[in-house]
């Protein structure tokens, strides 16, 4: 399965993918051999054919697995299902779409046409990291971890019936590397080429410098694409034409920027195979675009949509007082919030000179009055955020330790000197809207930023004032910023919101053409370097695609992510992780909101379902089912 949506501008919480483990046995070729069973990477001089991976530990699954335990291989299939995504993929957008092309940077394309699409290997979502051999049957892995030959499965097939070959997992790869949108090529920088051994057998070799774990970045995250389909086509071209693709789903219908429609694959080839078996029983997916959440209420109220995940607390507490609610036909639930890391925070734009000194941002997250917005705006919904990696074990707590010192002293000339204290948690209010502390507090740090007040103006020291521009896509965010606005405009700031509609909104964070923008994002339970440095290392800060937004470039960020490469254990992970959280806190690239422990979740009363739901993702329309009795009791 490709990645799901690591980066979302916007303030509510969002819906998290999963991550990878250990790599265990399974033989081919004298230059490939088997990992240790409880390390990362070790060498072992037998060879063996591997069914599935992960960083550390070991796996859930055996090879002879029949299904994962969150399928269901008994449900019945059929129906439909109308939803309101509540996670989504780069280059997607769930407000309209203009192009069918998820792989580029160019447009903006539909939530979940990566359903459409086979991978070598996919997730495992009830486990933190593992990958299990999908349009693979197996792989060997070189003892240098440079090569890792794949066998395809004999019976893998496009949609049009013809068979997925090596020379079309070659070209996928090759292509993405160089022409895919930032979150697929930034992944592939180290693979080297793709070699084609026969063709059902294909091998990818990296150039020796990536780090250790990043076959786990690209295995499930590269959609495999037809050669023979694109020989006659632009790949890089916004398209209204779906590509061909082998996956469980299709594109049916659809009308640009107002729903699409996809079909399941009645006859996908891989429908019995263990990877897929019970999972996607409907027969069609409905995503409806709306520009608004209103709009998208009263069309869930009519039962034009199905499902929803509820974002805003206010409709949570107020919007579902209506008939069919009250008649018992639409319920509510709450389900348990993935256990992964997450992100959720304005990202300060610092490739403006303005933002340039970190006190600057730091005074900036001071004037953000959490308690008083949460209590009156919230209903008491949300927990305040202060970490990188909020809700993790990756998130660090009081003061370092001994090993979390030993990595940051060495960066000490680097480093803030709030990365040797406690962890920087961000500013607590009296809750009354009326704290004055906080605008001393941050009129402190801009003063020692050198901004200074001249006729009422917070300016520099050639008297130009501090802007602030906060770029939002929907109108329930004013709401909720304007005290925010308001605290800035009293310290002398010229701060205002920007509105701009879905399309403009994702061009411009593409661009980094904001000041601030808000962002959810999650990150795996083992992260890969890889990952990191998509949002945090400086080689991606102006990288326009990418998912470092604050434009963060510093080079002990950068040495940190360097030791992440490095780690053989996961306590060995965990410490690192733990010096990066004190680092990018200290640093106020971002300035951290709030988040949400629960899924809020309307539904239709006509679904079945299986619990519990996978603790790393939750696609309820690929784990859910129509139920025919319910839907003709409601």
């Known amino acids: 399965m490709m990645k799901e949506a690591r980066a979302i501008a916007g303030h509510s919480p969002t819906r998290r993918p ?42 859930k699954y055996g090879p002879d697995y029949p299904h994962f335990d969150f399928a269901a291989p008994g449900a019945p299939q059929g129906g439909s299902f109308s939803f309101q995504p509540s996670y989504w993929h780069f ?23 990566q359903y459409c699409f086979d991978t070598l290997m996919v997730r495992a979502w009830d486990e933190p990291d593992a990958l299990y051999c999908a349009l ?34 070659a070209f996928s790869y090759m292509l993405l590397k160089e022409k895919g949108h930032p979150s697929l090529a930034t992944d592939l920088i180290n693979l080297e080429t793709v070699e084609v051994i026969d063709p059902g057998t294909v091998e990818l070799v990296y150039n020796g ?35 061909l693709s082998s996956g469980p789903w299709r594109v049916g219908d659809f009308k640009v920027g107002t729903y699409i429609e996809y079909e399941r694959v009645k006859d996908y080839w891989a429908d019995d195979l263990p990877f897929a078996r019970g999972l996607d029983h409907f027969d069609r997916l409905r995503i409806d675009f709306f520009r608004e959440r209103t709009a998208a209420m009263e069309a869930f109220k009519k039962g034009l949509v199905d499902w929803r995940e509820e974002h805003t607390a206010k409709f949570w507490a107020n919007e579902y007082d209506f008939p069919a609610a009250r008649e018992g036909k639409v319920k509510r639930k709450l389900f348990e919030d993935e256990l992964i890391p997450s992100l959720q925070a304005w990202a300060v734009n610092t490739r403006r000179k303005k933002f340039a000194d970190p006190r600057t941002r730091q005074a900036l997250g001071t004037l953000f009055d959490f308690e008083w917005t949460n209590r009156n705006l919230f209903y008491d919904a949300y927990t305040r955020s202060n970490s990188i990696f909020e809700g ?8 370092p330790s001994a090993q979390e010192l030993a990595l940051l002293e060495p960066l000490r000339d680097k480093v803030p000197e709030a990365a040797f204290g406690e962890a920087v948690m961000q500013n607590v209010t009296d809750g009354t809207g009326k704290d004055r502390s906080v605008l001393a507090k941050a009129f402190d740090l801009l ?20 802007s602030v521009e906060i770029l939002i896509r929907s109108q329930v965010f004013e709401r909720m910023l304007g005290p ?8 002398g700031i010229e701060a205002s919101i920007r509105l701009v509609d879905a399309s403009q909104h994702q061009a411009r964070i593409e661009a980094f053409d904001f000041d601030l923008v808000g962002v959810a994002m999650s990150f795996e339970p083992n992260p890969t370097a890889e990952a990191l440095k998509q949002t945090f290392h400086s080689q991606s800060a ?42 990018l806190r200290a640093g106020h690239f971002w300035i951290p909101n709030w988040h949400a422990t629960n899924h809020r979740i309307a539904y239709w009363d006509k679904f079945g379902w299986q619990d519990p739901k996978p603790d790393y993702l939750f696609p309820v329309e690929r784990l859910w089912w129509y139920d025919e009795a319910k839907a003709r009791a409601i």
Do not use: C
């Not at 060997?140 to 068979?163: C, M, T």
């Not at 086509?233 to 779906?242: I, V």
């Not at 925010?484 to 310290?491: A, D, P």
């Open 91 to 113: 280059n997607q957008n769930y407000q309209t779409f203009d192009t069918l092309n998820t792989f580029v940077l160019r447009g903006a394309a539909p939530p979940r046409m």
């Open 392 to 399: 993790s074990d990756l998130m660090a707590r009081g003061f």
């Open 136 to 169: 693979a049957s197996n792989l060997v892995i070189s003892a240098d971890r440079n090569r890792y030959r794949f066998e395809l499965r004999p019976q893998a097939r496009f949609h049009d019936g013809s068979p997925v070959t090596a020379e079309d997992v």
């Open 18 to 59: 999963p991550t990878r483990r250990q790599f265990i046995a399974g033989s081919a070729g004298a230059a490939f051999a088997a990992l240790a069973p409880a390390l990362a990477f070790a060498r072992n001089p037998v060879e063996t054919r591997l069914h599935g991976i992960s960083s550390f530990g070991d796996l």
């Open 542 to 583: 102006n990288q326009n695609g990418s998912r470092n937004y604050p434009g963060t470039a510093d080079p002990a960020v950068d040495a940190l992510i360097a030791r992440v490469e490095a780690a053989e254990t996961r306590e060995e992970l965990v410490v690192i992780m733990h010096a990066l959280d004190r680092v």
């Open 447 to 466: 003063s020692q930023a050198g901004w200074r007040k001249q006729d009422g103006r917070l300016v520099d020291e050639n008297g130009e004032q501090l």
């Open 209 to 243: 410098r990536q780090s250790p774990r990043a076959i786990l970045s690209v295995a499930d995250g590269v959609p495999i694409l037809s050669r023979a389909w694109y020989q006659s086509r632009q790949f890089e071209e916004a398209t209204l034409e779906a590509p």
């Open 484 to 491: 925010y606005v308001l605290n800035m405009e009293r310290l």
